[in-house]
């Protein structure tokens, strides 16, 4: 019997053993995580800061109990600290002490990312935050009545988040933006969009960053461009650097961003192991280049590549590179979808940026179109409806539409008509 270890249990580890299991109902699956619950829903977790217990992030799919019917082995609350290669066998540890070594055929890494910390003065002083998973969550939301002022450092999907929730909880909050809002995945008329629907009683200082984080070993005061502001705490959002601890012992090959280098098939330089998710950097198989792309959907879409290839399979799944991100913040539904002009400047990809609003839902959208005139890349700033109008933009991408065919975003009854007749058959107007 084929033996797969997978190590994580986020979606890049879930997708994989779920793909596995699917396709190869005899292999044996064991995910492996120091986690010690039911997997949750990272999308969202500043949730868990207003509300500690709840149970909106529990993905019942994931849970253990779910997985166990399906034949997968979860091994919670177990760290893999080595590997050796030579007899494909992983070396973990429990809490306790005690020990288990694990043998696999193929391994698949899914083991994340970690919080990036500014390296400011102050940076180690207790009070200023990360969160990486429910539990930091938690601990932020148990511990609220010591914080009436923070600063949110960085205005990405889940630094706004944190904002959003921090100012809804009553607390003063300053987020400090380096450039602009969603730099890499929204065109700056859309950054200014999304800045403009953040509430005014929220101090947004953009344009700059910290110098220091001062205090007696506790957080008292930030100095952002000279001005020292008093806050109590402080919480990073500046993104995740690749997990890489056990990949860097088994001697995998590592790409100039720092993640474990893979192709476009999820395959590391060594041909038994895969890394998938946040820990991978992904090789674009048409420039060469390489990418980390810390999304939920990039990490169960790279599972699912690596599990059908782990089980003997040979399919390469050719939808790899279509990022789609979604949020709805400050009543703003907020998407990214494909390239952005930034990313795809990074790609040396050139490109035009095409605008156009729809008043009906407050929305502005932009859609990016290579040299052809093809659509690569598309964002919404809306109201609401903004998944509606991403979708068509997201299918409009994998039919390879090009920007001046019409009607590329079709009017809201038009879509409506095409909802329901592809489930009631042809409908005639009253007048034929
Ligand atoms: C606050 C926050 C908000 C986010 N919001 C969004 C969002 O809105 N949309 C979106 O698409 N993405 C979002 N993300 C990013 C998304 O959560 C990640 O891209 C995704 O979880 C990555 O999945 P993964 O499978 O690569 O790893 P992770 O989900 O990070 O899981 C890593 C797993 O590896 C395990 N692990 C690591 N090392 C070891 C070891 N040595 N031994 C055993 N187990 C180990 C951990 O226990 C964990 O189970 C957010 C992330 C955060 C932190």
Not at 73 to 95: E, F, P, Q, Y
Not at 245 to 269: C, D, F, R
Not at 386 to 412: F, N
Request: aromatic residues 4%.
């Amino acid at each position: 019997m084929m033996k797969l270890a997978i190590i994580g249990y986020g979606p890049g580890g879930v997708a994989a053993a779920v793909t596995a299991k699917t396709f190869a109902r005899d292999t044996e699956v064991t995910i492996i995580t120091e986690e010690e619950s039911n997997a949750h829903r990272r999308p969202g977790i500043s949730l868990a800061i207003r509300t500690p217990e709840t149970e909106v992030l529990d993905i019942d799919d994931w849970s253990l109990d779910s997985l166990k019917k399906k034949g997968i082995n979860v091994m919670t609350g177990t760290r893999v600290i080595d590997c050796d290669m030579s007899s494909k066998t992983l070396i973990t540890k429990k809490k306790d002490g005690t020990s288990l070594n694990i043998n696999f055929d193929k391994l698949i890494i899914a083991t994340g990312g970690v919080p990036i910390v500014p390296p400011v003065d102050g940076a180690d002083l207790e009070g200023v935050l990360t969160i990486k998973n429910i539990f930091d969550a938690r601990m932020i939301g148990n511990r609220l009545d010591s914080i009436n002022s923070i600063v949110v450092i960085g205005a990405g999907f889940s630094g706004l988040e944190m904002a959003e929730q921090f100012h809804r909880l009553g607390k003063q909050v300053h987020i400090v933006i380096r450039s602009r809002i969603l730099r890499t995945l929204l065109e700056e008329e859309l950054s200014n969009e999304v800045l403009k629907r953040i509430p005014s009683s929220i101090n947004v200082h953009i344009g700059s960053s910290i110098t220091s984080i001062n205090g007696n070993g506790h957080v008292e005061s930030v100095t952002i461009q000279d001005k020292e502001i008093p806050v109590d705490a402080v919480i990073c959002m500046t993104g995740v650097r690749p997990n890489i601890v056990i990949a860097e012992k088994m001697g995998l090959k590592l790409g100039p961003y720092g993640g474990i280098l893979v192709n476009h098939k999820m395959e590391t330089s060594n041909p038994d192991v895969y890394a998938v998710g946040d820990c991978a950097e992904i090789t674009d198989s048409i420039t060469g280049k390489t990418f980390l792309m810390p999304v939920a959907s990039m990490a169960a879409r790279g599972g699912r590549q690596a599990a059908v290839l782990a089980i003997g399979l040979n399919k390469v799944y050719d939808d790899l590179a279509i990022r789609y991100q979604y949020d709805r913040i400050f009543s703003t539904d907020i998407i990214s979808i494909g390239l952005s002009s930034t990313l795809a400047n990074d790609f040396e990809i050139e490109t035009s940026i095409h605008y156009f609003e729809d008043p009906a839902e407050f929305a502005k959208i932009a859609l990016i179109a290579d040299k052809d005139g093809r659509l690569v890349g598309g964002q919404v700033v809306a109201a609401r409806m903004g998944a509606r109008i991403g979708y068509q933009i997201y299918s409009g991408i994998k039919r390879g539409v090009k920007v001046s065919e019409e009607p590329l975003l079709k009017p809201r009854y038009t879509q409506l008509h095409e909802l329901l007749e592809s489930t009631l058959g042809p409908i005639r107007s009253l007048e034929d």
